[in-house]
């Protein structure tokens, strides 16, 4: 389950890209916005994505901006957040995002879009953080130990778990994926447990007894983490999880073997650890 970027913001904003599409009235910047954003979902559900493929529909959201450039309201605001919001989440383009925020916020300051601005420009950077994280918690690298305690107030880290090969999982109960590759895991923990192969639980719940309820019903009987912070889960946190499900495999010396390994690919990769 994606983590956006903006969170709620972006996904407001994005509601946008589902809308039917409208004969814009001149004049009406929301109407006129709601044609574009028809055009520009009809080109990525073809896999048109990029900067050129959408040359002239960016070139679009300049000139509605200039059309409606005395109007500060935020029908107008929500024309710019959407440009940024493309850069953002289809380009992938942070600097120019965050250029464009930047330019909401001065141009549009008594905005609902423009007060969400600050919030905006935090979430990028710390988006940013998660990603230099995450860039480092490759395969062959080892996994930081943590030391924390469990739902059950027992110690928990990866250190451990030394001598067995462990499956981080970064998960929830509210997770549809997570939910979905479940069977997965619990048949792999089943299968393989008794020749060495252990779960650490990272759990994003808020729900502490909605979440021992789900544990106890599914028989999950390894370690939870759990803090009751949702996205804001410590350990979430301490290693830059933007999304859910987000899992890495490490062997008997703790070293990242694999990383979000679904279905058979977990199963395999498992068995081929305990084999060394």
């Known amino acids: 389950m994606k983590l956006y970027l903006l969170r709620t913001i972006v996904a407001a904003a994005l509601l946008a890209l589902t809308t039917p599409a409208f004969s814009a009235e001149p004049g009406n910047p929301q109407k006129q916005l709601q044609e574009l954003i028809a055009k520009i979902n009809t080109k990525i559900q073809a896999g048109q994505k990029t900067p050129e493929a959408l040359a002239d529909e960016m070139k679009q959201f300049d000139v509605l901006l200039t059309e409606h450039q005395k109007e500060k309201t935020d029908d107008v605001a929500q024309i710019l ?3 940024a919001v493309l850069y953002l989440q289809v380009f ?3 600097e120019k995002g965050r250029e464009l925020v930047k330019k909401l916020q001065a141009d549009f300051p008594k905005t609902k879009q423009g007060q969400q601005a600050d919030q905006m420009l935090a979430n990028i950077e710390k988006s940013e953080a998660a990603k230099k994280i995450q860039s480092a918690l490759v395969v062959g690298a ?3 130990d943590f030391k924390e ?3 059950n107030g027992k ?3 990866v250190s451990s ?3 067995k090969v462990a499956l981080l999982d970064f998960w929830a109960t509210w997770c549809g994926p997570c939910i979905a590759e479940l069977p997965n895991v619990l048949a792999t923990y089943q299968k393989h447990h008794a020749k060495g192969f252990e779960i650490v639980g990272i759990s994003l719940d808020r729900d502490e007894q909605k979440l021992r309820s789900f544990i106890k019903e599914n028989n999950m009987p ?3 983490f759990f803090d009751g912070q949702a996205w804001q889960n410590k350990l979430a946190q301490n290693y830059g999880v933007m999304s859910i499900p987000a899992t890495w495999l490490v062997d008997r010396e703790g070293t990242i073997i694999g990383r979000d390994l679904r279905g058979e690919e977990l199963e395999k990769a498992v068995a081929t650890a305990l084999g060394k």
């Open 142 to 144: 080892k996994f930081p």
């Open 81 to 83: 957040l959407m440009k």
């Open 149 to 151: 305690m469990d739902i």
């Open 222 to 224: 390894w370690q939870q």
């Open 92 to 94: 992938g383009d942070n």
């Open 155 to 157: 110690p928990i880290s």
């Open 161 to 163: 778990y030394k001598g």
